[in-house]
C-alpha cells in the first residue's frame, strides 16, 4: 500500500511563506508524476503544480512565480514552497503521485492565509 503523508502547512499572514512535503512510501523515481492540487471550500478542486519524471513543471497561472515544486529524491519527498502568499490561497493542499495506472493521495494538509 502506497502512502503519502503531507506536512508543513499552517496560518501565516499575507506575504508569509509556507513550505508543504509530502513524504512518499515507495520510490518517487518510479512515478510518472508528482504534484500538488488545492480544494477551498465551495471551489472546485485545482491543479497548483505538477512535476513529471522527465523533470517539466507546470504552475496554476494563479501561482507562477510564487510558488515552487520540488523533490528529494533520496528522502522520497515532494515539497511545495509557497512563497508571498495571499488570502486567497487559503486551502487544503494535497499532493498526488501517478504511477500509471494509479494515482495516490496524501490526506492534505491546511493552510490559511490572513488578511
Known amino acids: 500500500q502506497v502512502q503519502l503523508v503531507e506536512s508543513g502547512g499552517g496560518l501565516v499572514q499575507a506575504g508569509g511563506s509556507l513550505r508543504l512535503s509530502c513524504a512518499a512510501s515507495m520510490s518517487i523515481l518510479r512515478v510518472n508524476a508528482m504534484g500538488w492540487y488545492r480544494q477551498a471550500p465551495g471551489k472546485q478542486r485545482e491543479l497548483v503544480a505538477t512535476?513529471?519524471?522527465?523533470?517539466?513543471?507546470d504552475y496554476a497561472d494563479s501561482v507562477k512565480g510564487r510558488f515552487t515544486i520540488s523533490t528529494d529524491n533520496a528522502k522520497n519527498t515532494l515539497f511545495l514552497q509557497l512563497n508571498s502568499l495571499k488570502p486567497e490561497d487559503t486551502a487544503v493542499y494535497l499532493c498526488?503521485?501517478?504511477?500509471?495506472?494509479?494515482?495516490?493521495w496524501g490526506q492534505g494538509t491546511q493552510v490559511t492565509v490572513s488578511s
Open positions: 512535476l513529471t519524471s522527465g523533470g517539466r513543471t
Open positions: 498526488y503521485a501517478r504511477r500509471s495506472p494509479t494515482t495516490y
